[in-house]
């Protein structure tokens, strides 16, 4: 019964890791489009005025996906009737740069993101390229890219800065202990929680008893409590914050899921026993040949699992991003064939009913993050009572 | 899609401290306590639930008890009354017996008491009948002897009873 329920395990991972692998390979056929798009198109200029041809779309969809500087709610005017004013607010810049710590408030840049504008903080001269800083060197007045990405005369510097993805963080964060520390202090007056506590209570249970405890065991499941919950949370309310207005794009940045899923693997890989290690290196129960086949694939599944985390957290997300995009700018790319009304609407049914899928998968990629994650350290703090 | 361009080390060191911090906090503040309640509540709730459970059982084995009892006890009425009518029985008929014996002696005794008054009886009236008889006898032979020709009658009379062989 062991072997079949190992079994079921392993397909359970294989299955997800086919599955986020077919989304992935959606999301950058996706982005060739837009890749596509913004080479006819042009870019540099689209941030300036209102946002209405398809490359314009594209640049914009870009734009946002990537982190930000500043907190921007809307822009409006600009299209010749007079300057173009942006409403929401600055974030603070931090940066390391050659010459030290530099700090100053994003409003330096003028909402610059095509590399231009120089500002000088403190002898060092830095300008800002698709949310990316770069620090200039002396006699070069603006951040070029040439085919390979990499910048003429400029190098990127080491990004502290409160962005809008650090800043969903702190309110994930923030909304996390205030929530769930006021469930804490409510079972100091009675075993039953009240008002937002009932609420959350249950899913804690379920993280718990759905999620933990079939994965990990009965024995040990309480020392990765702590992890999992946590984890749980955060990406289920930043994938949440991502679908408001604000437009946070969090779990769907590289960086982010690379962390989260790193703590999975440290996880996995310090709190991992014996019966794991003897399972990557010296297979039991199969002949020599086969250990010896089986100690690569092993090591490399190692490192896939938690990989398969990462990228599918993060092509999920983006590609919702991506998505719900298009779909809004279905008003403007189909005002001419279907009129401002007609369009408007087949936008609107669109993109409620993605946003609807949204939030599911809001959940989903959450639960799929925690359930693999406790799945792996499973595996690693099995005891192999059958051999 | 270049992925490794789009990497910020910067965010990526920034969301380990806050993850790490936030892990922390969590587990002082959240879920230590969280998970400490729930699982005190649940062990209380399965306590409740066992005690009650031990209750009925023990509130059954009581039920079963009471019955016992009183079966014995009905058990014990239906002996004790049938021994009082099993003793009835026998007291009656001993009873019963000791009066038929009694009564035998008692029939005997006054018999005999009757047959040894009806011996002495007897023997009175004959003794008396004797005296009565020679007293008779005796008027009668004055009488019949106070006359010669009687006497010699009578002589003659009875020896011509007596017959010589």
Request: charged content about 20%.
């Given at each position: 019964?062991?072997?079949?329920?190992?079994?079921?395990?392993?397909?359970?991972?294989?299955?997800?890791?086919?599955?986020?692998?077919?989304?992935?390979?959606?999301?950058?056929?996706?982005?060739?489009?837009?890749?596509?798009?913004?080479?006819?198109?042009?870019?540099?200029?689209?941030?300036?005025?209102?946002?209405?041809?398809?490359?314009?779309?594209?640049?914009?969809?870009?734009?946002?996906?990537?982190?930000?500087?500043?907190?921007?709610?809307?822009?409006?005017?600009?299209?010749?009737?007079?300057?173009?004013?942006?409403?929401?607010?600055?974030?603070?810049?931090?940066?390391?740069?050659?010459?030290?710590?530099?700090?100053?408030?994003?409003?330096?840049?003028?909402?610059?993101?095509?590399?231009?504008?120089?500002?000088?903080?403190?002898?060092?001269?830095?300008?800002?390229?698709?949310?990316?800083?770069?620090?200039?060197?002396?006699?070069?007045?603006?951040?070029?890219?040439?085919?390979?990405?990499?910048?003429?005369?400029?190098?990127?510097?080491?990004?502290?800065?409160?962005?809008?993805?650090?800043?969903?963080?702190?309110?994930?964060?923030?909304?996390?202990?205030?929530?769930?520390?006021?469930?804490?202090?409510?079972?100091?007056?009675?075993?039953?929680?009240?008002?937002?506590?009932?609420?959350?209570?249950?899913?804690?249970?379920?993280?718990?008893?759905?999620?933990?405890?079939?994965?990990?065991?009965?024995?040990?499941?309480?020392?990765?409590?702590?992890?999992?919950?946590?984890?749980?949370?955060?990406?289920?309310?930043?994938?949440?914050?991502?679908?408001?207005?604000?437009?946070?794009?969090?779990?769907?940045?590289?960086?982010?899921?690379?962390?989260?899923?790193?703590?999975?693997?440290?996880?996995?890989?310090?709190?991992?026993?014996?019966?794991?290690?003897?399972?990557?290196?010296?297979?039991?129960?199969?002949?020599?040949?086969?250990?010896?086949?089986?100690?690569?694939?092993?090591?490399?599944?190692?490192?896939?699992?938690?990989?398969?985390?990462?990228?599918?957290?993060?092509?999920?997300?983006?590609?919702?991003?991506?998505?719900?995009?298009?779909?809004?700018?279905?008003?403007?790319?189909?005002?001419?064939?279907?009129?401002?009304?007609?369009?408007?609407?087949?936008?609107?049914?669109?993109?409620?009913?993605?946003?609807?899928?949204?939030?599911?998968?809001?959940?989903?990629?959450?639960?799929?993050?925690?359930?693999?994650?406790?799945?792996?350290?499973?595996?690693?703090?099995?005891?192999?009572?059958?051999? | 899609?270049?992925?490794?361009?789009?990497?910020?080390?910067?965010?990526?060191?920034?969301?380990?401290?806050?993850?790490?911090?936030?892990?922390?906090?969590?587990?002082?503040?959240?879920?230590?306590?969280?998970?400490?309640?729930?699982?005190?509540?649940?062990?209380?709730?399965?306590?409740?639930?066992?005690?009650?459970?031990?209750?009925?059982?023990?509130?059954?084995?009581?039920?079963?008890?009471?019955?016992?009892?009183?079966?014995?006890?009905?058990?014990?009425?239906?002996?004790?009354?049938?021994?009082?009518?099993?003793?009835?029985?026998?007291?009656?008929?001993?009873?019963?017996?000791e009066?038929q014996a009694e009564a035998d002696k008692v029939i005997k005794q006054a018999?005999?008491?009757?047959?040894?008054?009806?011996?002495?009886?007897?023997?009175?009236?004959?003794?008396?009948?004797?005296?009565?008889?020679?007293?008779?006898?005796?008027?009668?032979?004055?009488?019949?002897?106070?006359?010669?020709?009687?006497?010699?009658?009578?002589?003659?009379?009875?020896?011509?009873?007596?017959?010589?062989?």
């Open positions: 019964m062991m072997i079949a329920q190992q079994f079921k395990k392993y397909l359970f991972t294989v299955v997800f890791s086919l599955v986020s692998t077919l989304i992935f390979s959606n999301t950058a056929s996706l982005e060739k489009v837009a890749q596509h798009e913004e080479t006819k198109g042009h870019p540099s200029t689209s941030h300036e005025g209102a946002v209405e041809s398809k490359s314009e779309i594209a640049a914009y969809s870009k734009h946002h996906l990537a982190d930000s500087h500043d907190f921007h709610l809307f822009s409006y005017g600009g299209d010749g009737h007079g300057e173009r004013h942006h409403v929401g607010f600055s974030l603070p810049v931090i940066v390391w740069t050659s010459k030290g710590l530099r700090t100053f408030l994003s409003s330096k840049f003028h909402h610059n993101d095509n590399g231009t504008h120089v500002v000088d903080a403190n002898g060092v001269r830095l300008a800002k390229l698709h949310s990316k800083i770069y620090e200039l060197e002396p006699g070069v007045s603006s951040v070029i890219l040439d085919e390979d990405h990499h910048a003429k005369g400029a190098h990127k510097v080491l990004d502290f800065s409160i962005t809008k993805s650090v800043l969903g963080m702190l309110v994930a964060s923030l909304l996390m202990l205030l929530g769930f520390s006021s469930l804490a202090r409510g079972y100091k007056k009675g075993a039953i929680p009240t008002g937002f506590g009932r609420v959350l209570e249950p899913l804690v249970i379920y993280v718990r008893d759905e999620i933990a405890r079939p994965n990990i065991g009965e024995k040990k499941y309480r020392k990765y409590m702590g992890f999992l919950l946590t984890v749980f949370f955060f990406i289920w309310i930043l994938n949440l914050l991502g679908l408001t207005p604000f437009g946070f794009n969090v779990t769907g940045n590289i960086a982010v899921t690379v962390c989260l899923a790193l703590f999975t693997f440290l996880i996995t890989t310090f709190t991992a026993n014996k019966d794991y290690w003897k399972h990557i290196f010296w297979m039991p129960g199969v002949p020599v040949p086969m250990k010896i086949v089986l100690m690569p694939i092993e090591i490399l599944g190692m490192f896939t699992k938690p990989f398969s985390l990462l990228i599918r957290l993060f092509a999920n997300i983006t590609a919702g991003h991506a998505v719900v995009m298009g779909l809004i700018a279905v008003t403007y790319t189909a005002r001419e064939a279907l009129g401002v009304p007609g369009s408007f609407g087949v936008s609107f049914l669109l993109t409620l009913f993605i946003s609807l899928i949204e939030l599911l998968v809001a959940f989903l990629q959450a639960f799929i993050f925690t359930m693999l994650s406790s799945l792996f350290i499973g595996m690693a703090v099995e005891e192999h009572g059958h051999h | 899609m270049n992925l490794l361009h789009d990497f910020s080390p910067g965010l990526f060191i920034i969301q380990a401290i806050i993850l790490v911090v936030l892990i922390v906090l969590m587990r002082k503040f959240a879920w230590k306590p969280i998970l400490d309640s729930l699982n005190t509540r649940e062990e209380g709730i399965k306590d409740a639930l066992d005690a009650a459970e031990n209750a009925k059982k023990e509130l059954q084995n009581l039920n079963a008890e009471n019955e016992r009892i009183l079966n014995e006890a009905r058990a014990e009425r239906d002996g004790m009354l049938k021994d009082a009518r099993d003793m009835k029985a026998t007291m009656i008929a001993s009873a019963k017996e009066a018999q005999d008491a009757i047959a040894a008054e009806k011996k002495a009886a007897i023997a009175d009236l004959k003794s008396q009948v004797a005296g009565i008889s020679v007293e008779i006898a005796e008027k009668v032979v004055k009488t019949e002897l106070a006359d010669k020709d009687k006497q010699l009658a009578l002589v003659s009379s009875l020896l011509k009873d007596v017959t010589l062989n």
